[in-house]
């Protein structure tokens, strides 16, 4: 038996998704906008309606938000207030290897917005799975690197979203190594990437804190579609069963 419970994270990008993903049984909610890519942020009228949302419904589980590509802020001048529920904060890290140091930039940018929206949050560091193809650094340096500046967690994810997914791009040996070496620096993990259904026997010798799913909870599995209380329900069944009943040993 796998002794961690596996959450499910679902990502939504208006009010009437946030509705059927709790409905649907999510364990955390995370805010991004598919349209805009991977990571992409959802726009100053939707993060006020969900802030107004989130208020008047007080939800109790874990809120998170995308924030785009960490290269788009070097342009950046404003951005909306981030509501006061949100806990995890995330930037994707494609285009970083022509940088001179992402590192240190990941740094500034991440400060900056501390200081803006002045507080502290919990950073997700992002590693694509198709990082070679997003020009990212590689998920063994991102965990080094989310390790050495004290993130919360490390979100496995893909840059791309048509074609390949997790389960494609990297192997299970290697995603074992990732998640076994975060947990000793007391990092969680979340796996995501167009994970279907399907994938989850697959995955379940995995001890991952949590699986992320946008694609896979929307009408037809397709991420621009709207969430499904009924795709999230069937997801949060079977991941139950699968990593719930595993002999692990
Ligand atoms: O963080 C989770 C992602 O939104 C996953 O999206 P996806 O399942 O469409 O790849």
């Not at 008047?56 to 589980?61: A, C, E, G, K, L």
């Not at 874990?62 to 006061?84: D, Y």
């Not at 929206?117 to 992002?126: E, L, N, P, T």
């Not at 991941?239 to 002999?247: A, I, K, R, V, W």
Request: glycine letters at 6%.
């Amino acid at each position: 038996m796998n002794p961690r419970r596996v959450e499910l994270l679902v990502s939504v990008r208006n009010c009437e998704e946030i509705a059927a993903a709790l409905a649907g049984g999510c364990d955390l909610l995370d805010f991004k906008e598919p349209e805009n890519g991977a990571l992409g942020m959802v726009d100053s009228e939707s993060l006020q309606a969900i802030t107004v949302y989130c208020e008047r419904h007080s939800i109790p589980q874990p809120l998170s938000m995308a924030l785009g590509e960490l290269v788009e802020w070097h342009e950046r001048c404003t951005m909306p207030r981030i509501p006061s529920a949100m806990k995890y904060l995330k930037l994707g890290l494609s285009e970083t290897r022509e940088l001179p140091d992402w590192k240190s930039c990941w740094q500034v940018v991440t400060e900056r917005i501390e200081m803006e929206q002045q507080r502290q949050f919990d950073w997700i560091a992002v590693a694509y799975a198709d990082w070679e193809q997003a020009s990212a650094a590689s998920p063994l340096e991102v965990l080094s690197a989310a390790i050495e500046s004290r993130c919360a967690g490390l979100l496995i994810d893909t840059f791309h979203k048509q074609g390949s997914g997790l389960t494609d791009l990297l192997s299970l040996e290697l995603l074992d190594e990732l998640i076994q070496r975060a947990h000793r620096h007391g990092l969680k993990v979340a796996l995501a990437g167009s994970i279907r259904l399907g994938d989850l026997e697959a995955l379940s010798p995995l001890q991952p804190d949590i699986v992320g799913i946008r694609g896979a909870a929307c009408t037809g599995n397709r991420r621009t579609s709207s969430i499904e209380s009924s795709a999230v329900r069937d997801f949060r069944m079977q991941l139950e069963e699968q990593f719930h009943c595993h002999p692990w040993g």
